[in-house]
């Protein structure tokens, strides 16, 4: 199949009719893409908010080290 044969398939195929089963099949197969994805950052969010309030235990631990009073300077 050269070039032009191929082109024109993918044409015909793009602009065919779809049956509705070919339409909820793509916007499932979307969905659960966009969920992957929604999971991912959510991880990444948790991940940050742990790192992050570790870091402020430990940051505060040796601020009370260094420090008389234990505020900020």
């Given at each position: 199949?050269?070039?032009?044969?191929?082109?024109?398939?993918?044409?015909?195929?793009?602009?065919?009719?779809?049956?509705?089963?070919?339409?909820?099949?793509?916007?499932?197969?979307d969905a659960h893409l966009r969920l992957l994805e929604a999971e991912?950052?959510?991880?990444?969010?948790?991940?940050?908010?742990?790192?992050?309030?570790?870091?402020?235990?430990?940051?505060?631990?040796?601020?009370?080290?260094?420090?008389?009073?234990?505020?900020?300077?």
């Amino acid at each position: 199949m050269g070039f032009r044969d191929s082109t024109l398939k993918y044409f015909k195929d793009v602009l065919r009719q779809r049956f509705i089963r070919e339409v909820i099949a793509l916007e499932l197969r979307d969905a659960h893409l966009r969920l992957l994805e929604a999971e991912t950052a959510a991880e990444h969010s948790h991940a940050h908010i742990q790192f992050n309030s570790a870091r402020i235990k430990r940051l505060e631990q040796r601020l009370h080290q260094h420090t008389s009073e234990g505020d900020y300077v």
